[in-house]
């Protein structure tokens, strides 16, 4: 891979707590158009990695690369107005703004009018399948329909690169599917996804390349069945034991 | 027997005094949601404001009421800048950030009190408003004195001038989304620094002037303060934390209150009928009046 691939990398990035080093000397590239996934176990800092790409903790060390250019440091709008989108595990909308307004307060860089964003408004949530309740409060969505409001919103900032925090959990499997689909859609069009999740069987059913995290390291890549087979990740995962099964839980 | 008359000119009073207590109350409510911060400055605020009014006007030679221009330039500078401050101090690694921003917001009004009594003294001092004397008489309904009128228009303009930038346009978007969920606005593209300094810009600007208004129905006096600081506290929990439209109803409520207690009970007895209800609220509703608010729950 070149750099001219990459459109989001990582050098030796680094997070301390006091004493915990949550994030340790992290390299990681990930290629333009690609889906990676990153697993590990709880506390092996996949979400600190998550907040130190996109601005919400100042690294202790290393640097972040985004579409070429250094972005270490930059505060999270800037980072969302550039084009790489996230977010978190806990679904959070504006509860007192409607599904459309919620949309309409990202903010961009993009020139658009008034009229051109609710256009795109529309479009996203025609896609998203929720736009029958654009007008809603969104205190009285559902779970799932917060879930894929999240996603919409991310869209609105038309990114290039989205990095989504554990997406199917806490959803039915019919809505997990349509996520799913929604995130291949995308995909298809040229966006990049950055998965963290713990769902083996959407991992494996997603992710061009996992990336394995433990203990604040980053200590495997691949596809999901070499990462399975490796042996520092089934140390990660199992705790050393020999397990029957030669894969990673799922 | 009720004197219907007296009633009457009673809720007048009530509702005027009122217009400009909402105001301040949507002004502190937005302040506490945007920067997550329970500001006891707010009736400093209101007093520096006054005292600026008693000042300035002599020094022009005019009315109390054609300094507010200056007033709200001025309030909102100086509130745009301090904002930066309340946010380095509930931000970041420190702990107890509702703790940090509350002993900051003590100390600055401690500092706005005792500048202007160094300076002033402890003396009260009038707001000029020669031009706003008297009372027009409504036939039927009672008489509504020009002072307090004026200041209802301009607390009521005042806030639907800040209702319709908080409801219509993109940056009042803005900041409702900061007031809601600031970590979730920053990835929504928000620059929730330059938004959170015009939203307490705004706030300061507005509380100010309310200052100005006050000082010319009553005066303007160091000990003010403390009052207008209860009065923000009530309206908000009355309203429901957080819930701006609930803020209406608790200034007309607080301004009748006001007025009926001082008439019917006494003057000195006016917050500790305020804080009777905050209380009763607080048991029955603690999502406020209406059951909308978010933070009291």
């Known amino acids: 891979m070149t750099d001219r691939d990459t459109i989001l990398k990582t050098t ?214 070499e990462v399975s087979q490796d042996e520092a990740v089934r140390e990660a995962y199992l705790g050393g034991t020999t397990a029957e099964d030669d894969e990673v839980p799922v | 027997m009720v004197d219907i008359g007296l009633f009457t000119q009673i809720v007048i009073n009530g509702l005027l005094l009122g217009g400009i207590y909402v105001t301040i109350g949507v002004g502190f409510s937005l302040a506490f949601g945007v920067l997550e911060v329970v500001d006891f400055a707010v009736g400093e605020y209101v007093m520096v404001g006054a005292f600026m009014g008693a000042v300035l006007a002599p020094l022009f030679g005019a009315e109390g009421v054609f300094v507010i221009p200056i007033v709200l330039v001025v309030f909102f500078a100086v509130g745009a800048l301090i904002q930066p401050l309340i946010h380095h101090v509930t931000t970041g690694d420190r702990p107890h950030p509702l703790l940090m921003g509350l002993v900051f917001t003590f100390g600055l009004a401690t500092f706005l009190r005792g500048g202007v009594l160094t300076i002033f003294g402890p003396n009260s001092q009038d707001v000029p408003s020669s031009l706003l004397t008297g009372g027009i008489a409504v036939p039927g309904l009672g008489t509504f004195p020009v002072v307090r009128t004026v200041t209802a228009v301009f607390g009521v303009s005042g806030l639907v001038v800040f209702m319709y930038y908080l409801y219509r346009t993109r940056g009042g978007m803005a900041i409702r989304a900061i007031a809601e969920d600031r970590t979730n606005a920053r ?76 008439v019917y009970i006494s003057g000195n007895a006016v917050l500790l009928v305020l804080f009777a209800i905050i209380y009763v609220v607080l048991l029955v509703s603690p999502a406020g009046i209406l059951g909308k608010g978010e933070w009291a729950t």
Not at chain 1, 61 to 76: A, I, K, L, Q, S
Not at chain 1, 198 to 213: E, N, R
Not at chain 2, 240 to 260: D, E, H, K, N, R
């Open chain 1, 12 to 225: 030796d990035l680094t997070k301390r707590f006091g004493a915990l080093t949550a994030n340790d000397e992290i390299s990681l590239a990930v290629e333009r158009g690609e889906i990676r996934g990153i697993i590990g176990p709880n506390g092996s800092g996949k979400t600190t990695f998550f907040n130190t790409v996109t601005g919400f903790y100042e690294p202790d060390g290393g640097t972040v690369h985004f579409d070429g250019e250094e972005v270490t440091g930059w505060e999270p709008h800037r980072l969302a107005r550039r084009g790489l989108g996230r977010t978190f595990q806990i679904v959070s909308p504006f509860k007192n703004m409607t599904v459309r307004q919620n949309m309409l307060a990202v903010q961009t860089d993009d020139g658009r009018s008034r009229e051109e964003k609710r256009d795109r408004v529309g479009e996203i949530l025609e896609f998203l399948e929720i736009d029958h309740i654009a007008d809603n409060e969104a205190r009285g969505m559902s779970g799932g329909q917060q879930k894929l409001l999240e996603l919409g919103r991310v869209l609105m900032l038309d990114p290039d690169v989205v990095m989504l925090d554990e997406p199917a959990a806490g959803v039915n499997p019919a809505l997990e599917s349509r996520i799913m689909d929604h995130i291949h859609e995308l995909n298809d069009d040229g966006t990049t996804f950055v998965v963290i999740e713990h769902d083996m069987h959407v991992m494996k059913t997603l992710a061009d390349t996992v990336s394995v995290f433990d203990s604040g390291r980053h200590i495997a890549q691949g596809d999901f069945e």
């Open chain 2, 187 to 262: 990835l929504m593209g928000i620059n929730i620094n330059r938004y959170q300094s015009i939203a307490y810009g705004a706030y300061a600007a507005l509380t100010g002037s309310a200052g100005v208004f006050i000082g010319m129905t009553f005066n303007a006096s160091p000990g003010m303060g403390l009052q207008y600081t209860a009065f923000a506290f009530f309206m908000v929990v009355l309203a429901g934390m957080g819930y701006l439209p609930g803020v209406i109803i608790a200034g007309v409520v607080l301004g009748l209150t006001q007025s009926f207690t001082a």
